[in-house]
């Protein structure tokens, strides 16, 4: 019997996971204590005296049983997503590719139905159906914020509602069963995933298959992605410990890759057990995962690399702060909350982050901080000697972009390693 925890929705508070949110184990290791972190969508304006403000404590567990890691505490969604926090669609260049790319591979190797129907969950502005509907599948997407008014206008189908029981119903009794559902980057964030996935395989027709997209433990492990700690994302999946939860629904993983959003993510696609064969992608990656060692002894180092990227950020920071230099940041994406305020960054170490000047965080303060958020000119106009990139994920793509558009100074990466890239210079 699946038991979920209690939920913390609704409650204005939070929840204490002190078990296992996949299998249900009380055997939970800590691995990593990040401190108590403000939510990343409560930015109070720039001039605001500095109100009482929550914080939570960000602590990493593994489970022993089943290896899933998660965080120990589930927030309320309402604080995390306040009334006034205007969603942003993801549709950057890389997402855009990543669905075009991800309905190319599902036709290649489902043999689809030019029929059959295809329902994303948490489908955003539509971006990924587009494809599908354009290859002449009937959709339907799930979306509970107004971006689904934005999907519907332009052509994709769109119920605007949260999902659970009642949206699946919803989903079958209109649209019928469905041949593909798609849940990207949405599968790590939702409290009570047991219901979810239920949800999910109740909506697939027999030999439907289910494909998900999640930020990869193992990237987070590997290129050092501490940032991406924060309390939207309630857990982190190895291939291992997503094929626990999904053998639990009667569900088989049939084919698994890497791909490289969100500095790192799995795709995995599942078919109720013995309707379809399993590729050989997934023995691969299974293999792959365990030719790193035992889970537990890679994510101690990892822990201990976390604190020595600390130090090391602090000393190249201050190295050039005695030396007279300018530091500006560049980006205020929510990972940037977490690097700030773990490695202790303030006003005058940054005296300030920029942003494209359209979105909602210029004018505020970077959460836990008096670091204001301003208009990304602000780097062009006073050309200060450093840029500390906060979206370092995509360093490469925004180095030459920064230079290009007449930034002189130099660029600093702040993980895995801290490094300075001259201006000029190539990472
Ligand atoms: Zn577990």
Redesign the pocket.
Same mark, same amino acid.
């Given at each position: 019997m699946l038991t979920e925890l209690p939920r913390a929705a609704g409650t204005g508070g939070s929840v204490v996971v002190d078990r !296992?949110?996949? !299998?249900? =184990?009380a055997d *939970?290791e800590s691995v990593l204590f990040l401190g108590y972190l403000p939510p990343v969508n409560q930015m109070r304006a720039i001039g605001e005296r500095p109100h009482e403000q929550p914080a939570y404590p960000a602590e990493l567990l593994r +489970? /022993? /049983? +089943?290896? *899933?890691v998660q965080l120990g505490l589930i927030v309320d969604p309402a604080i995390l997503f306040p009334p006034e926090y205007p969603y942003t669609s993801g549709t950057t260049r890389i997402l855009r590719e990543n669905f075009a790319e991800m309905q190319r591979e599902a036709a290649a190797l489902l043999g689809l139905a030019r029929k059959g129907l295809v329902v994303d969950v948490g489908s955003n502005d539509g971006t990924l159906l587009e494809n599908f509907r354009a290859a002449g599948h009937p959709v339907c997407g799930v979306e509970p914020t107004l971006m689904a008014n934005l999907a519907n206008e332009r052509g994709v189908r769109t119920i605007m509602s949260f999902f659970g029981p009642p949206a699946a119903s919803r989903v079958a009794a209109e649209c019928g069963r469905a041949q593909i559902v798609t849940a990207t980057n949405v599968f790590a964030h939702v409290e009570g995933v047991h219901g979810i996935v239920e949800s999910i395989v109740s909506m697939l027709d027999e030999g439907g298959v289910f494909i998900s997209e999640s930020h990869y433990l193992m990237a987070l492990i590997e290129t050092l992605q501490y940032d991406t700690i924060y309390h939207e994302h309630l857990r982190y999946y190895s291939l291992a =410990?997503l094929t626990?939860l999904l053998q639990a629904h009667g569900l088989e993983v049939i084919h698994a890759k890497r791909i490289p959003t969100h500095g790192g993510s799995i795709r995995v696609y599942a078919a109720r057990k013995g309707t379809r064969s399993s590729l050989p992608s997934v023995q691969r990656m299974v293999d792959a995962e365990g030719d790193g060692g035992p889970l537990g002894e890679r994510l101690k180092a990892f822990t201990s690399r976390v604190a020595r990227a600390k130090l090391a950020l602090h000393a190249l920071l201050r190295d050039r702060l005695v030396n007279g230099a300018r530091m500006f940041g560049v980006g205020a994406p929510s990972r940037a909350s977490t690097l700030i305020n773990y490695v202790g960054l303030d006003r005058e170490l940054l005296p300030c982050v920029v942003e494209v000047k359209e979105s909602y965080k210029v004018g505020k303060y970077m959460p836990g901080t008096v670091i204001p958020v301003v208009d990304e000119k602000a780097l062009f106009d006073a050309q200060p000697e450093y840029a500390l990139l906060l979206s370092w994920h995509i360093a490469d793509e925004l180095m030459p972009k920064l230079a290009a558009r007449g930034f002189k100074g130099s660029f600093i990466v702040p993980l895995p390693e801290p490094r300075v890239v001259p201006a000029g210079g190539s990472a």
């Open positions: !296992c949110q996949v !299998c249900g =184990s *939970l +489970c /022993r /049983r +089943c290896e *899933l =410990s626990y």
